[in-house]
Nanobody
Framework: QVQLVESGGGLVQAGGSLRLSCAAS????????MDWFRQAPGKEREFVAA????????HYADSVKGRFAISRDNTKNTVYLQMNSLKPDDTAVYYC?????????????WGQGTQVTVSS
C-alpha cells in the first residue's frame, strides 16, 4: 500500500509560481510512474503531467507545456510539480497518482489533492 500526500497549494496571483509536492509512504516509490491531474469546479479531471519511474521521461498536457515542470526524487519518495506563469485557468484541485504501467493505463493510488487558486 502506498499513501500519497500532496502539499504546496495556495493562492497566488496570475503570473506567479508554486511548487507542489507529492510525498509517498508505505512502500517503495520507485516502481511507479507518477502523474499529476487537476480538477476545476464543474469540470472533469484532466491530465497535467507525467514522469517515468526513473525520471528520465516526462509528458505534459498542451495547456501547461512550457510553464510546468514535473520532477521526482526517488531517494525522498517525492514527486514535484513546478508551476510557473500561472493563469486563472490553472485554478483547480491538483492530485498526484501512482501508475505501475505504461502511460494511459490504470492508477493504483491517488492523493487527496491540494487546492491551487490563481487570482487575476
Amino acid at each position: 500500500q502506498v499513501q500519497l500526500v500532496e502539499s504546496g497549494g495556495g493562492l497566488v496571483q496570475a503570473g506567479g509560481s508554486l511548487r507542489l509536492s507529492c510525498a509517498a509512504s508505505g512502500r517503495t516509490f520507485s516502481p511507479y510512474a507518477m502523474d499529476w491531474f487537476r480538477q476545476a469546479p464543474g469540470k472533469e479531471r484532466e491530465f497535467v503531467a507525467a514522469i517515468s519511474r526513473s525520471g528520465g521521461s516526462t509528458h505534459y498536457a498542451d495547456s501547461v507545456k512550457g510553464r510546468f515542470a514535473i520532477s521526482r526524487d526517488n531517494t525522498k519518495n517525492t514527486v514535484y510539480l513546478q508551476m510557473n506563469s500561472l493563469k486563472p485557468d490553472d485554478t483547480a484541485v491538483y492530485y498526484c497518482a501512482a501508475r505501475p504501467g505504461a502511460f494511459g493505463t490504470t492508477y493504483d493510488y491517488w492523493g487527496q489533492g491540494t487546492q491551487v487558486t490563481v487570482s487575476s
